[in-house]
């Protein structure tokens, strides 16, 4: 972000990179200077035997930076994003077959925030191209990848599925409030559920509620979606650091603090009774992770590496 001080204009630059760390601008060679972090990271699979130990399932070597992982809700496979150095690409490991294979390759566009359909048969996930942010759907079934529709809304983030895998839950931020919309697959139709949201939403299996997490503040709250003009509810005063991410799988969250450094814990909070606890204590370090019943995966760091870059903001 870069702030006019004179009148107050924020302007938001993209940089292509994984972590923007240390910038330092010359003001008169209007240059950043800046690092950029990358870890060698592989896909690792473990079922999962108690908090401290777990036995390894597969392990994906893959490219190095950070990526994101989800375990299929049927339990049938896993989907993760390989970056590269001009984008991203889309990734299946089939858990039965023992076989992966490359879904998607776009030109110049980097994914985040995937996401599964509960009847597995469909991901969604943010697509980023030309500094540009767009909600995109491939079908499984039809080998089909194509965008969703979220009409004239700006910047889409954090897309998620409803419990009927028909329509397509998503955030956008106007005026310091956070608006989550739907949108269907079907048909097109863009609504706007809540204007007292957050910036990542879910729904749970049922369809009775949307549970949603705010940047800057900790804790999840619980709207339901049979009264969306209700006063959303704090579900918890335990969690006290914000999350890096979290998961809703039957019932129980799991999350990831956010720390300074990449987290070995996974958490997990219970709403019956209201209990914080450690699920699974790893001894390696991620910033990326999906739950299953016992199946985890995680983007396991295997070494950090940075170099430095510098960029002439116009």
Known sequence: MIL????????????????????????ASQKLVYSDLKSNANIVIKERLNINNAVLVAELQSSKFEREALLSPNGKFVVYIRVLENGAELWLYDLVLKQQKRLVKPKSTLFKNITISPDSRKIAMTAISNKHASIY????????????????????????????????LFSSKKDDKWLIWQSSTEDAEVTLLTAQGGNVAVSD???????????????????????LLATPIKLTTKITAEFQTWKLNNGIFYFLK??????????????????VSVYFQSS???NYFDVNNDLIVTAEIKEF????????LK
């Open 205 to 227: 299996r049922e369809g009775e509620n949307l549970y949603f997490s705010r940047q800057g503040q900790a804790g999840l709250w619980q709207l339901p979606l049979k009264n």
């Open 284 to 286: 390696a370090a991620f």
């Open 137 to 168: 759907i491939y079908d499984l079934v039809k080998q089909h990848f194509y965008p969703l529709d979220t009409a004239e809304v700006d910047k889409p983030l954090n897309p998620s599925w409803t419990s009927d895998s028909k329509q397509v």
């Open 305 to 312: 590496t940075a170099d430095v870059f510098s960029v002439t």
């Open 258 to 275: 956010r720390e300074s450094t990449a987290s070995t814990q996974i958490y997990s909070f219970d709403p019956k009774t209201d209990k």
């Open 4 to 27: 006019n001080i004179r009148n107050g204009e924020e302007r938001f630059t993209r940089i292509n990179g994984t972590g923007l760390l240390h910038p330092s601008f010359n003001k």
